[in-house]
């Protein structure tokens, strides 16, 4: 990997000022400067940039990074190509012998490898795979046929990195002579019989690269030319592929999302493409599984609209009501999320390419809003004109309004089921257990920000000024009970900025968040980060960072008394019930 010290290095010698200027217009404000977020679509400023911390912020889509991480997401760079981008503009060498390990190879590593090179090995892997898929379908007149037939163009199918798998049993023997290592198991391109027999998971099939949101290949979806099995083969759950998290064609399509403002989801790899060459480019495509709550969190990050496209059959309608259960918790105020049926036989590939982009678009400008499918599927077989048709339609209301964070959105829906159901909305708000947080009147009320825990606090401090860390007591860190996922954090943080101390007078650390890019403690990270830009020179850190250790005593001892406490007066030993004593005092 590209070691952390040179990325370090060029993040504190890149003005991510001037980064971003070059794409998005900045505005001085104090000691920052401020633009409409570039991530979403807003008429007033929410998108910061920090000439100071390098980096930048939105506070309304949540947006978050530094210089690299700009030029991943916005202008649809990989890591490496963002690397290298950068290095160029002030005259870095990005370190050969590493650059080497990214663009890949066709050996496998040692045993004995620790996970961060595993990984490296399996995307190296999966990459040479893609290679030689790619290489194979340049030959292959049965696959070239297949897509010319569907439509394709060449430099459609390059664009995407369309490739084909022989009908061989162990085709990708030619290209990794170790068949047998336990790596193309693992990243799911080789299977094992009962009799421990190797074979290529895809044959004969025309494949379709998955990339994650780095521009790297994680695994493939294989459509069949014959029609005597399943269509789509999907890879399976590996260490780099989970189904329920990645989108096909997100990564390219980010900046045709943020452009449309808008994201259209449609079911098949094949639509996906076909719109792509029509010019519709803002399109992706589930993974042969239903739309998830992950899917929806990280479309939302791209774009304030949210299409989903299905078939107009049963089938469809099933499966959008699936993606509009799973739309519910994490649909936010401001958003929106809306369903399009297409004509009874049609798909969104036959569609386009029989009528046309603008036949296509004036459809998806036509897509029913959530509220209004809502409603209209839950009251599909219920006759509203009866009181026990109104009975029903609030009891299958009930587990969906529910689970709606959003209180605007909340609000309007109440106010509809109670128009259907003739019920009082106070009523009914009393029926449902549903609490009124979103009323406008009482909004400052309810969002009223928790206090900050210990652990959080410290992130912050450690993420303004990382010398703070040599001075944590790392057992009384290590034993605190807070809240997992921020303990896990910080502990993380610790550990990076161990391996990573900071040379020179910059206490900065810019490449923490490039490093946690692909952790579950990045968005928590990204958070307390954007949560120091208010912070400037009068702020009194080291009393701050005694607070936080204060804070943390007091709860180890609340939790030890709590302890003793629960044991009966004659199980305490006599140093226990000294320590009982103690404990009283110190907590006051």
């Not at 949540?62 to 160029?88: C, K, Q, W």
């Not at 990564?251 to 639509?271: C, H, P, Q, S, T």
């Not at 006759?383 to 009975?391: A, D, I, K, P, V």
């Not at 923490?512 to 949560?531: Q, W």
């Amino acid at each position: 990997m590209i070691p952390q010290s040179f990325i370090q290095d060029l993040l504190n010698r890149i003005d991510i000022v001037d980064v971003i200027e070059g794409h998005v217009p900045l505005k001085k404000a104090g000691a920052n400067y401020i633009a409409c977020c570039p991530f979403h679509g807003e008429k007033t400023p929410s998108f910061t940039v920090s000439p100071t911390k390098q980096f930048y912020h939105c506070f309304g889509c949540g947006a978050h990074g530094t210089a690299v991480s700009f030029m991943m997401e916005y202008i649809g760079m990989d890591f490496i190509s963002a690397i290298n981008d950068l290095a160029s503009r002030v005259g870095m060498q990005v370190p050969a012998s590493e650059k080497k390990e990214y663009e890949g190879s066709s050996g496998f590593k040692a045993s004995g490898e620790n996970k961060e090179s595993s990984s490296q090995n399996m995307f190296e892997t999966m990459s040479t795979i893609t290679k030689f898929y790619k290489d194979q379908l340049k030959c292959s007149e049965r696959g070239i046929s297949y897509l010319k037939k569907r439509g394709l163009t060449g430099e459609t199918a390059a664009r995407f990195g369309i490739g084909y798998s022989p009908a061989g049993w162990q085709n990708l023997a030619e290209i990794f002579p170790d068949y047998e290592s336990p790596i193309l198991v693992k990243i799911g391109m080789v299977k094992e019989n009962e009799e421990k027999k190797r074979y290529d998971r895809f044959r004969d099939r025309i494949m379709f690269p998955i990339l994650n949101l780095k521009g790297k290949v994680v695994g493939f979806g294989g459509r069949i030319i014959e029609k005597d099995e399943p269509k789509y083969l999907n890879s399976p759950e590996t260490p780099l592929f989970e189904k329920g998290q990645e989108l096909y064609n997100l990564f390219a399509a980010r900046r045709a999302i943020r452009d449309a403002n808008k994201a259209l989801v449609v079911e098949g790899y094949m639509d996906v493409v076909v719109l792509s060459q029509y010019n519709i480019e803002y399109a992706v495509a589930t993974l042969g599984t239903a739309t998830t709550p992950r899917h929806v969190q990280k479309l939302l990050r791209q774009t304030d609209n949210i299409v989903f496209c299905f078939d107009g059959d049963d089938a469809g309608k099933k499966a959008a009501w699936r993606a509009l259960e799973n739309s519910l918790a994490q649909f936010v105020d401001g958003k929106n999320i809306s369903f399009l049926f297409l004509p009874e036989g049609e798909d969104p590939d036959s569609y386009v390419q029989k009528f046309g982009k603008d036949s296509f678009e004036e459809l998806i400008d036509q897509a029913l809003p959530l509220s209004i499918f809502l409603f209209q599927r839950l009251s599909e077989k219920i006759n509203l004109q009866t009181s026990e048709g109104r009975t029903k339609l609030v009891e299958n209301s009930k587990p969906l309004l529910t689970q709606i964070t959003a209180p605007i959105l909340s609000l309007m829906l109440i106010k509809r089921l109670a128009e259907l159901s003739g019920i009082n909305q106070e009523e009914l708000e009393s029926l449902l257990q549903i609490k009124r947080v979103s009323s406008p009147l009482r909004r400052s009320r309810i969002l009223r920000p928790s206090p900050m825990s210990p652990c959080r606090w410290l992130i912050q401090i450690l993420l303004h000024d990382p010398d703070y860390s040599s001075k944590l007591d790392r057992e009384l860190l290590s034993e605190c009970v807070e809240n997992s996922d921020e303990k896990a954090a910080i502990l993380s943080l610790i550990k990076f900025i161990d391996a990573h101390p900071i040379v020179g007078e910059n206490t900065a650390i810019p490449s923490v968040i490039t490093y946690f890019y692909d952790s579950p403690h990045r968005e928590l990270l990204e958070k307390a980060e954007g949560s120091t830009l208010s912070w400037d020179n009068e702020i009194d850190l080291e009393a701050e960072f005694n607070g936080a250790l204060a804070r943390l005593k007091e709860m180890k001892y609340k939790q030890r008394m709590t302890k003793l406490q629960n044991k009966s007066l004659n199980m305490l030993t006599s140093d226990e019930k000294k320590e009982l004593q103690r404990l009283a005092v110190l907590l006051g």
